[in-house]
C-alpha cells in the first residue's frame, strides 16, 4: 500500500546556506531507517512515500525517533481541482469523531485559482454542505483540515509532533559516559538532540560489578540507537585494575575524585582515537556528594576536550520524566551495581583540592593504568 507523509523541519529552515547540508543528513537518516522509500524536498517540507504493509502508527512512531522532524503528517493527495480538493477532504471526515472544524491551506502554487482565504472558505462551506451536525470554529476546533496547494493537492487531517532537534550527525561526534544510571542516558540522548553523534564509554570492574551490569548498560545502549541512523559504537572500558590501585593507594575520602579524573582521562583517549571533540557526562550539580562546582573543576582539569553535562541544572523528577519517554528508565533501575558503586567512601571529599589531589596521584602508574584500560576495552556496534 502507497503511503504518503509530510515531513516539517523545525530550526533546520533557519540554517541559510548550511540548510542543504542538514536537509541531505536528515534525508539520509530517513532513508537509512525506511530503505525503500521516495523522499522529495519541498519549500522547508519533506515528502516521504514509501509502499509498505506497515501501519500508519507503525511508521508515524519510528518518525518520531527521528531527530530533525519537526512535525508529522499522513497525507492524501488528489489533482489541483476545487472539486477534486472537496470531495476527498469530506471523504476524509465522514467517519471521523467531531462537532467542530477549519481549514487551514497554504498555497505554494501561485498559479492555482483559488487565493488560501478562498480555499479555506469553499472548502469549508462544502464540508458543513456534505456533512450534517458540523460547525466552524477557527479558535479551538476539534480537528483541522490542513491543505498544500503544490504540483498536486495535498490534505491531512492534523498532524503529530516530531522528535525535533537537529539530525543525527550533523553537530560532530562526543564521547558520552555511560553509567547504567538514570542520567547518564539522558544526557546522551539530549546531546544526541542537538545532532551529536554519540560514542558511549561505560567502565566494566569484573568481578566486582557482574556481567548483568555490563549487558544492562548494552541495553541502554540499544534503547539509544534507537534515535540514530547507523547504530552506536560502544566502548567498554577494562577499570578493575585502576579501581584496584586507587583503593590500595589513596586516601578513602578522594577515591570517587581520583576515579572520575581517571575515567576524564580515558575518554580523552579514546575520544582522540574517534576524533570527538567532546565528553559528555550525567553529572548534576548537587545531586551526590562528589558532584559539586569543586569536584567537577578537579575532574575537568585532565580532559584534553571541553565537557558537556546537559543535565547539571536540572530537577530529578524532570530527569526521569525523559527517561520514561525515551524508553531507558526501566533498565536504568536494575539493581545491578556498576564500577561507580564499588569502593565508594562514607564521606567523600565534596570540596577537593587540586594541588592535593596532583599529590596524591603521584603514587600511581596513571600512564600505565591508562593504556592498559584502553587496550583491554571491548568495542560493540549496537543497533
Same mark, same amino acid.
Given at each position: 500500500m502507497r503511503k504518503l507523509f509530510l515531513l516539517s523541519y523545525g530550526e533546520m529552515s533557519l540554517k541559510g546556506s548550511n540548510k542543504k547540508f542538514f536537509e541531505d543528513m536528515l534525508i539520509r537518516n530517513i532513508k537509512n531507517r525506511f530503505k525503500n522509500c521516495l523522499i522529495e524536498k519541498l519549500s522547508g517540507k519533506l515528502l516521504f512515500t514509501l509502499e509498505s504493509s506497515q501501519s500508519d502508527r507503525d511508521i508515524i512512531d519510528e518518525f518520531k525517533k527521528i531527530f530533525g522532524i519537526s512535525r508529522i503528517a499522513k497525507v492524501y493527495e488528489t489533482d489541483l481541482l476545487l472539486e477534486s480538493i472537496e470531495e476527498l477532504a469530506v471523504e476524509l471526515l465522514k467517519d471521523s469523531d467531531f462537532n467542530s472544524f477549519k481549514v487551514e491551506a497554504k498555497r505554494p502554487n501561485k498559479a492555482f485559482a483559488y487565493l488560501s482565504p478562498e480555499i479555506n472558505k469553499l472548502l469549508g462551506q462544502y464540508i458543513l454542505e456534505n456533512i450534517e451536525g458540523k460547525k466552524v470554529d477557527v479558535h479551538n476546533p476539534d480537528l483541522t483540515v490542513y491543505v498544500e496547494i503544490r504540483d498536486k493537492a495535498f490534505i491531512y487531517i492534523d498532524a503529530e509532533r516530531g522528535a525535533g532537534g537537529l539530525p543525527y550527525g550533523t553537530s560532530g561526534k562526543a564521547v558520552s559516559l555511560l553509567s547504567g544510571g538514570i542520567d547518564s542516558p &539522558? =544526557? =546522551?540522548? $539530549?546531546? $544526541? #538532540?542537538?545532532?551529536? %553523534? *554519540? *560514542?558511549? &564509554?561505560?567502565?566494566?570492574?569484573?568481578?566486582? +560489578?557482574? %556481567?548483568? =551490569? #555490563?549487558? #544492562? &548498560?548494552i541495553? *541502554? +545502549? #540499544? %534503547?539509544? =540507537?534507537r534515535y540514530s541512523s547507523d547504530g552506536i559504537k560502544l566502548y567498554i572500558a577494562f577499570f578493575t585494575n585502576i579501581q584496584k590501585s586507587i583503593y590500595e593507594n589513596c586516601p578513602e575520602n578522594y577515591i570517587v575524585t581520583i576515579m572520575r579524573r581517571m575515567m576524564m582521562r580515558i575518554a580523552s583517549r579514546i575520544a582522540e582515537k574517534e576524533n570527538a571533540i567532546g565528553i559528555i557526562t550525567g553529572e548534576n550539580v548537587g545531586q551526590v556528594a562528589s558532584q559539586t562546582l569543586e569536584s567537577m573543576y578537579v575532574t575537568n582539569s585532565v580532559a584534553s576536550m571541553p565537557v558537556y553535562r546537559p543535565v547539571i541544572g536540572m530537577d530529578k523528577q524532570d530527569i526521569i520524566k525523559i527517561s520514561h519517554d525515551i524508553g531507558t528508565y526501566d533498565i536504568s533501575i536494575r539493581p545491578y551495581e556498576d564500577c561507580c558503586t564499588v569502593f565508594v567512601p562514607k564521606h567523600p571529599v565534596i570540596k577537593p583540592s587540586l594541588e592535593r589531589v596532583n599529590e596524591i596521584e603521584k603514587d600511581l602508574d596513571i600512564d600505565g593504568l591508562v593504556e592498559e584500560s584502553i587496550e583491554r576495552a571491548e568495542t560493540l556496534y549496537v543497533r
Open positions: &539522558v =544526557s =546522551s540522548w $539530549m546531546m $544526541m #538532540k542537538r545532532g551529536i %553523534e *554519540i *560514542i558511549p &564509554v561505560h567502565f566494566y570492574s569484573f568481578p566486582f +560489578t557482574s %556481567e548483568r =551490569s #555490563k549487558q #544492562k &548498560v541495553d *541502554i +545502549t #540499544k %534503547e539509544l =540507537s
